[in-house]
């Protein structure tokens, strides 16, 4: 129990990490490009009036 054995695991927690920094790197991705776009619209100095 302590100290834990990862062993145990196998590749299984290596491959959920992976999918956990994977998911969050699309996320970030789709934030930029969703808030980008919409940071510029909402400008009052790049805004047409």
Do not use: H, K, Y
């Not at 930029?32 to 619209?41: A, D, E, F, I, K």
């Amino acid at each position: 129990m302590i100290p834990p054995d990862f062993g145990a695991l196998g590749t299984e927690l290596f491959d959920a990490a992976l999918q956990t920094v994977a998911i969050g790197v699309v996320a970030t991705a789709i934030g930029v490009v969703l808030s980008v776009p919409l940071g510029l619209m909402a400008a009052v100095n790049c805004a047409r009036r």
